[in-house]
């Protein structure tokens, strides 16, 4: 169960993430979480959104660099321990993560954790084999 994160290549400079927010608003998708890695030239938005095709075509046909990756959402329970468990099972098989983000889910007081790595399929096998709860889209995405 992978779920689509909108990338989004944005311009160092003021107005160009409310661009951004506006263009999403403009075509009803709501955004479920975000993560922003800059430097001082450039920076990459990451988003899970409610609809990641519709704002994948909302956002190229206003102009902007955006592309779609596949990443795992996993459910986290709000206790001392529980990233590091799934960390760990990533680790002991070799599966490197690239980064990953957190926000609070809607439907429970799990945290729920994006997470990027090189081998999707293999690290979402372990997950579940190890008990993790592996989010479908339709969870996600809350529709």
Do not use: C, W
Not at 40 to 47: K, Q
Request: charged share 20%.
């Amino acid at each position: 169960m992978l779920v689509k994160q909108i990338s989004v290549f944005l311009e160092n400079k003021s107005g160009r993430l409310a661009e951004v927010t506006k263009t999403l608003r403009n075509n009803a998708i709501d955004i479920r979480a975000l993560y922003i890695a800059d430097t001082t030239e450039y920076g990459i938005l990451r988003m899970i959104v409610d609809q990641p095709e519709a704002a994948q075509a909302a956002l190229a046909e206003n102009g902007f660099t955006v592309s779609s990756t596949s990443v795992i959402a996993v459910a986290i329970p709000d206790q001392p321990g529980t990233l590091d468990h799934a960390l760990e099972i990533l680790s002991a098989h070799a599966i490197s993560v690239d980064y990953l983000y957190a926000y609070v889910g809607r439907a429970s007081s799990d945290a729920i954790v994006v997470i990027r790595v090189e081998d999707p399929q293999t690290a979402l096998e372990k997950l579940e084999q190890s008990g993790i709860r592996v989010l479908s889209s339709k969870e996600v995405y809350g529709t």
